[in-house]
């Protein structure tokens, strides 16, 4: 077996351009490398992303040899492993999909010694099947109806997954090339989506300075109550996790790392002393537990039970390490509990607990973070990802009144006091575009602190009172159309920014999406083949992602003005260029779906002091209440055995369904399946006489398929684990094309951000 190591070759724009064959006889597969095409003449011809298709070109010209991963990364990716590792594996995936045999005719993925392209440990790659150049075709044998290629972001150059030195130098260094990354990178999660230009005009005079550099994800950081040791979590791949602690003034020092099996989530580092750390620990699907130790060598001991949610602040330290603040969900114990969840202190020594918060109508407490003090704590109060900063005075333990310090209903995604207790910092998109502000604990106007827009998971920096560690995310998301039968890629939706949530509008003839491609959260579409974006006239405001009708080119959508404490529903047609219609709503409403009649819709409300789907009236404007168990997003559906309403609970597993009576009314919920994540809550539709949703697995991710009872369940095809992203990315058009929202490589990493 022959090693394949030759150089990268320089200077070529695409990444195949510069090879020789733009043609190639796969075994039974025609490629050509010019339109991205891959064919068998039996199946329909795939179109390959550009990435993909330059791998699938150096596999082939290496004719059986194999052909080193760096290699590949070099000339693909340009040698940028921050996007080339994982994305990578992700293009190896799909060529293996669309190569092999088996793939193709059960649906699950082949077996490795099996594939067509083999995987070299720790070396590379090696295509099995007999590879041969063909002469080009005439000019216009072949079609091209492709979308616009995404360009890859840039990012900071890693050469090994060490500790990176941080002299003056190379602190000077790393920090000008990350200001540049933070400039032109794509953003986060549905609440961490960032803009581009427009959003990165204001940039801050003083860069975000880097404190970890690693291949990978860096994330939840914090620091020691001397700010000398900085522990943050690090991912590098499915199942790779790993808790370290650095000391941050000494890089040459050892670095303690501590980790847990693979099924295991990590997140939350605490520091309760100068030497003992807390963190939490979590499998999917199950409840966590807190557990301490004292380094270097302890080992950890339970402290408490915790409700672990996906990415999202739960837990924090008090300063004196006496206690912890949990955000727990409240069960419904009678009419006086509306659901939603609250935050409980929990004393570390005894292991007694009171409740510290009391929200209503349904709301939910998340992401506590102590003062410095330890007298008071902030926390968001919302829908789990979606509210405004609250303070409580921790000694209130029986009334837990808390004081609302901004009005904004916006995505939050992190917070941290400084050090001197003067001022809490948050990342939030309260003005359309993700930054991060700070605003005082007596109240008033929030001020800018940082357009690293990014910016998630803040931490304290003691002894820094105008500075907090965060980290920075970079993303490289995208839309796919797949084959809703068995998965093969149809068309790769490329961008210039991120595009999240999209939705197949009549027979997937358009995608509708949400983008920051001009400076802050818009609704944009696309019509295919091959053409351009264009953005919809909305008022200004904050737009949750849309619904199309089923059958014409309707789409709904709400929308939240800047100043507003309410919402709009907006009702708009994708073939015309007009603003939409606005209608006032009297609260926070989302997740919209068209009903049956066209002439109402379903959406989620807190009309009348809770969380439930309401059915709305597009005439008469008059609400009609769907649920009474925080329903969270609903399809009306014509089954075999009647009409309908098929929903999600709110942070619930499972889908339910409830009879429709004639004038739009429910009956008695049933639920129809156990499976469904809570965090997958729009990731399933009713398509051709059955319901399809997504069940996500530790190696991979099943599209199955069930009868309206939820009986029976036929696996489609499945997917990379976490390759879809969560909540409402997935989309059946009436065609049986699966528009979804998929999860690019990831990288993230912690910096500290100063403010003005």
């Given at each position: 077996m022959q090693l394949d190591s030759r150089p990268a070759v320089p200077g070529a724009a695409d990444p195949a351009a510069a090879l020789p064959h733009r043609r190639w006889r796969i075994g039974r597969f025609l490629f050509d490398a010019t339109t991205r095409r891959l064919g068998d003449g039996q199946r329909p011809e795939e179109q390959l992303s550009v990435k993909t298709a330059a791998v699938l070109q150096r596999l082939a010209e290496a004719g059986g040899d194999v052909v080193l991963r760096?290699?590949?990364?070099?000339?693909?990716?340009?040698?940028?492993?921050?996007?080339?590792?994982?994305?990578?594996?992700?293009?190896?995936?799909?060529?293996?999909?669309?190569?092999?045999?088996?793939?193709?005719?059960?649906?699950?993925?082949?077996?490795?010694?099996?594939?067509?392209?083999?995987?070299?440990?720790?070396?590379?790659?090696?295509?099995?099947?007999?590879?041969?150049?063909?002469?080009?075709?005439?000019?216009?044998?072949?079609?091209?109806?492709?979308?616009?290629?995404?360009?890859?972001?840039?990012?900071?150059?890693?050469?090994?997954?060490?500790?990176?030195?941080?002299?003056?130098?190379?602190?000077?260094?790393?920090?000008?090339?990350?200001?540049?990354?933070?400039?032109?990178?794509?953003?986060?999660?549905?609440?961490?989506?960032?803009?581009?230009?427009?959003?990165?005009?204001?940039?801050?005079?003083?860069?975000?300075?880097?404190?970890?550099?690693?291949?990978g994800v860096e994330n939840y950081p914090a620091v020691s109550p001397d700010g000398q040791r900085l522990a943050f979590v690090w991912s590098r791949g499915e199942g790779d996790v790993r808790l370290r602690i650095v000391e941050r003034n000494r890089p040459e020092a050892p670095v303690i790392e501590l980790r847990e099996p693979a099924e295991m989530h990590l997140a939350s580092p605490m520091w309760l002393g100068p030497d003992r750390l807390a963190y939490a620990r979590a499998r999917e699907g199950e409840d966590c537990e807190i557990v301490a130790l004292t380094l270097p060598e302890g080992q950890p001991e339970k402290l408490a039970s915790c409700f672990y949610q996906f990415r999202i602040g739960f837990v924090d330290a008090s300063p004196d390490g006496r206690w912890l603040a949990l955000a727990r969900p409240l069960k419904s114990t009678g009419q006086d509990d509306t659901g939603g969840g609250a935050i409980f202190l929990h004393e570390i020594a005894t292991g007694q607990e009171r409740q510290l918060t009391h929200p209503s109508g349904g709301e939910t407490d998340v992401q506590p973070v102590f003062s410095r003090s330890g007298k008071q704590l902030a926390f968001m109060r919302g829908s789990i990802t979606v509210g405004d900063v609250f303070l409580v005075d921790v000694a209130d333990a029986t009334q837990g009144e808390a004081t609302r310090l901004t009005h904004d209903d916006a995505p939050l995604g992190g917070m941290a006091w400084l050090a001197d207790d003067r001022g809490i910092t948050f990342n939030s998109a309260r003005d359309g575009t993700q930054a991060t502000w700070r605003i005082s604990p007596q109240g008033g106007e929030p001020t800018l602190f940082s357009r690293a827009q990014t910016a998630i998971h803040l931490a304290t920096l003691p002894g820094e009172p105008n500075a907090v560690a965060a980290s920075v995310y970079k993303f490289a998301d995208s839309i796919e159309l797949l084959d809703g039968h068995d998965g093969h890629l149809r068309e790769t939706l490329a961008a210039s920014s991120r595009n999240l949530y999209a939705q197949a509008c009549p027979n997937a003839g358009q995608v509708l999406f949400l983008s920051f491609r001009s400076g802050r959260i818009g609704l944009w579409t696309v019509d295919r083949p091959g053409q351009a974006p264009r953005e919809l006239p909305l008022p200004p405001g904050t737009p949750e992602p849309a619904g199309c009708a089923a059958d014409e080119p309707r789409w709904a959508t709400t929308l939240r003005p800047p100043g507003s404490a309410t919402d709009l529903l907006l009702l708009g047609r994708l073939n015309r260029d007009e603003p939409p219609q606005a209608i006032p709503l009297d609260g926070n409403y989302g997740n919209v779906t068209w009903a049956l009649d066209k002439r109402s819709l379903l959406l989620a409300g807190d009309r009348g002091g809770r969380r439930e789907l309401w059915r709305f009236d597009l005439a008469s404007h008059q609400?009609?209440?769907?649920?009474?168990?925080?329903?969270?997003?609903?399809?009306?559906?014509q089954a075999p055995d009647g009409r309908w309403l098929y929903y999600t609970r709110q942070n619930e597993a499972g889908l339910w369904r409830r009879p429709l009576d004639a004038q739009g009314g429910s009956g008695t919920a049933q639920r129809v399946h156990a499976g469904l994540s809570p965090e997958d809550w729009g990731n399933w539709q009713w398509h051709d006489g059955g319901l399809w949703l997504v069940l996500r697995g530790k190696k991979h991710d099943r599209v199955v398929r069930l009868d309206a009872d939820g009986q029976h369940e036929t696996l489609a095809f499945t997917l990379p684990a976490g390759w879809l992203r969560r909540f409402r990315s997935f989309s059946l058009a009436p065609n049986g094309t699966l528009v979804a929202s998929v999860s690019g490589p990831l990288q993230a990493d912690v910096v500290r951000l100063a403010g003005p």
């Amino acid at each position: 077996m022959q090693l394949d190591s030759r150089p990268a070759v320089p200077g070529a724009a695409d990444p195949a351009a510069a090879l020789p064959h733009r043609r190639w006889r796969i075994g039974r597969f025609l490629f050509d490398a010019t339109t991205r095409r891959l064919g068998d003449g039996q199946r329909p011809e795939e179109q390959l992303s550009v990435k993909t298709a330059a791998v699938l070109q150096r596999l082939a010209e290496a004719g059986g040899d194999v052909v080193l991963r760096e290699r590949l990364i070099t000339e693909v990716w340009d040698g940028n492993t921050y996007t080339g590792s994982r994305a990578l594996t992700h293009a190896i995936w799909q060529l293996r999909r669309a190569l092999d045999e088996t793939q193709a005719v059960q649906g699950e993925p082949a077996d490795e010694a099996a594939s067509a392209i083999q995987t070299i440990s720790k070396t590379g790659y090696q295509l099995r099947l007999p590879a041969v150049a063909e002469p080009a075709p005439a000019a216009a044998s072949l079609p091209t109806s492709e979308a616009p290629a995404m360009p890859e972001a840039q990012a900071v150059p890693v050469t090994s997954a060490k500790k990176a030195p941080f002299g003056r130098l190379a602190a000077m260094a790393g920090a000008l090339v990350l200001v540049l990354v933070l400039a032109i990178t794509a953003g986060a999660a549905w609440w961490l989506q960032q803009g581009n230009e427009k959003a990165t005009a204001g940039v801050d005079r003083t860069p975000p300075q880097p404190m970890t550099l690693l291949d990978g994800v860096e994330n939840y950081p914090a620091v020691s109550p001397d700010g000398q040791r900085l522990a943050f979590v690090w991912s590098r791949g499915e199942g790779d996790v790993r808790l370290r602690i650095v000391e941050r003034n000494r890089p040459e020092a050892p670095v303690i790392e501590l980790r847990e099996p693979a099924e295991m989530h990590l997140a939350s580092p605490m520091w309760l002393g100068p030497d003992r750390l807390a963190y939490a620990r979590a499998r999917e699907g199950e409840d966590c537990e807190i557990v301490a130790l004292t380094l270097p060598e302890g080992q950890p001991e339970k402290l408490a039970s915790c409700f672990y949610q996906f990415r999202i602040g739960f837990v924090d330290a008090s300063p004196d390490g006496r206690w912890l603040a949990l955000a727990r969900p409240l069960k419904s114990t009678g009419q006086d509990d509306t659901g939603g969840g609250a935050i409980f202190l929990h004393e570390i020594a005894t292991g007694q607990e009171r409740q510290l918060t009391h929200p209503s109508g349904g709301e939910t407490d998340v992401q506590p973070v102590f003062s410095r003090s330890g007298k008071q704590l902030a926390f968001m109060r919302g829908s789990i990802t979606v509210g405004d900063v609250f303070l409580v005075d921790v000694a209130d333990a029986t009334q837990g009144e808390a004081t609302r310090l901004t009005h904004d209903d916006a995505p939050l995604g992190g917070m941290a006091w400084l050090a001197d207790d003067r001022g809490i910092t948050f990342n939030s998109a309260r003005d359309g575009t993700q930054a991060t502000w700070r605003i005082s604990p007596q109240g008033g106007e929030p001020t800018l602190f940082s357009r690293a827009q990014t910016a998630i998971h803040l931490a304290t920096l003691p002894g820094e009172p105008n500075a907090v560690a965060a980290s920075v995310y970079k993303f490289a998301d995208s839309i796919e159309l797949l084959d809703g039968h068995d998965g093969h890629l149809r068309e790769t939706l490329a961008a210039s920014s991120r595009n999240l949530y999209a939705q197949a509008c009549p027979n997937a003839g358009q995608v509708l999406f949400l983008s920051f491609r001009s400076g802050r959260i818009g609704l944009w579409t696309v019509d295919r083949p091959g053409q351009a974006p264009r953005e919809l006239p909305l008022p200004p405001g904050t737009p949750e992602p849309a619904g199309c009708a089923a059958d014409e080119p309707r789409w709904a959508t709400t929308l939240r003005p800047p100043g507003s404490a309410t919402d709009l529903l907006l009702l708009g047609r994708l073939n015309r260029d007009e603003p939409p219609q606005a209608i006032p709503l009297d609260g926070n409403y989302g997740n919209v779906t068209w009903a049956l009649d066209k002439r109402s819709l379903l959406l989620a409300g807190d009309r009348g002091g809770r969380r439930e789907l309401w059915r709305f009236d597009l005439a008469s404007h008059q609400f009609l209440r769907l649920t009474d168990d925080h329903g969270q997003f609903g399809q009306e559906v014509q089954a075999p055995d009647g009409r309908w309403l098929y929903y999600t609970r709110q942070n619930e597993a499972g889908l339910w369904r409830r009879p429709l009576d004639a004038q739009g009314g429910s009956g008695t919920a049933q639920r129809v399946h156990a499976g469904l994540s809570p965090e997958d809550w729009g990731n399933w539709q009713w398509h051709d006489g059955g319901l399809w949703l997504v069940l996500r697995g530790k190696k991979h991710d099943r599209v199955v398929r069930l009868d309206a009872d939820g009986q029976h369940e036929t696996l489609a095809f499945t997917l990379p684990a976490g390759w879809l992203r969560r909540f409402r990315s997935f989309s059946l058009a009436p065609n049986g094309t699966l528009v979804a929202s998929v999860s690019g490589p990831l990288q993230a990493d912690v910096v500290r951000l100063a403010g003005p």
